[in-house]
């Protein structure tokens, strides 16, 4: 395995992101669709500005036009799509539900996106696909009105060469109080620690070995505690993101995630504030992951 010395995130950053997303632009629903294109320019903007390729990949959904915001190291030919070279997709979602700013669901995982983007950018691998997808949550949620299903159709059509797809959701809440994390099931407290103070890497029984290369990339990167779970979807909030589309496509995905509901009591509330997030451990979160995609980025496939 090659060696990379990555340039270590700045919660600085990951503040300005959530900041930006949760208080001055605020509440993200799909009923508001000229927000998410003003949210969609600024993403790309940034991308740019970073040297990246960028394209826009608009859809319609009930009446509005909606769009996927594609980041590419090299040349992209239509989606971001290369037969040749083995995609790795990075991807988390810039909407929210109704009412509620979306601090840590789902800007806390932008912020992630947009910092891997920053510290990758002098030298990001050729197969990197950075994407905001637009229309994660209800009434799109789980559906294929997802952008996360329209770029991972496309995918599947074009016969693109997936290696696999990281998705962040919800990377910004922790707690150091004992009994501060819950579970799906109840005897899973018996095998992970009740303190919510790290990240969990999840993903479906099919995307097991993808998972775990992501989990020793990521414990290369950072210090902060990560716990794995593969397992099937009876298990509730296993599938509860932009993975989900990937599953659908036949491809491996895994979620990084804080555990949203299981952990954070302010998930899907008008609470979901910058104040709750914890700018440091993000910020390890995007340590983590960059060392990931760079280790993964050097296999052959």
């Known amino acids: 395995m090659a060696s990379h010395r990555v340039p270590k995130a700045d919660p600085s950053q990951i503040r300005y992101w959530i900041e930006l997303l949760a208080d001055k632009i ?3 629903p799909c009923s508001i669709p000229e927000t998410l294109d003003k949210v969609a320019r600024i993403l790309a903007d ?3 500005e970073l040297g990246y390729k960028v394209e826009f990949k608009p859809f319609r959904y009930k009446n509005a036009t909606y769009c996927n915001v594609i980041a590419a190291p090299g040349h992209l030919n239509g989606t971001g799509i290369s037969r040749e070279k083995a995609l790795v997709i990075v991807g988390a979602h810039y909407d929210t539900v109704s009412g509620s700013p979306g601090a840590d669901d789902n800007a806390s995982g932008i912020a992630g996106v947009m910092e891997v983007a920053r510290i990758l950018a002098n030298s990001p691998p050729e197969g990197l696909r950075l994407v905001t997808f637009t229309l994660e949550e209800p009434p799109a949620f789980r559906t294929r009105n997802m952008g996360s299903y329209h770029y991972a159709q496309k995918l599947k059509r074009s016969s693109a060469n997936v290696m696999g797809m990281i998705c962040l959701e919800m990377i910004g809440y922790f707690s150091d109080r004992p009994n501060s994390q819950r579970f ?3 005897f899973m407290n018996r095998i992970y620690p009740d303190t919510g103070n790290f990240i969990a890497l999840v993903g479906n029984k099919r995307s097991t070995s ?4 992501i989990k020793d990339g990521f414990s290369r990167g950072t210090d902060l505690p990560a716990e794995s779970l593969n397992a099937p979807w009876l298990v509730i909030g296993i599938d509860f993101s932009d993975h989900w589309s990937f599953y ?3 491809y491996p995905a895994v979620m ?8 954070n009591p302010h998930y899907h ?3 979901d504030l910058p104040d709750t997030i914890d700018f440091e451990r993000a910020a390890k979160v995007v340590d983590g992951i960059s060392r990931a995609i760079l280790d993964v980025s050097t296999w052959q496939t």
């Open 46 to 48: 940034r991308f740019s």
């Open 184 to 186: 799906p099931l109840f």
């Open 26 to 28: 605020g509440p993200r």
């Open 269 to 271: 509330r008008p609470s």
């Open 248 to 250: 659908k496509m036949g």
């Open 210 to 213: 993808w998972t775990n290369r």
């Open 256 to 263: 990084v995630t804080d555990t949203a509901f299981y952990r």
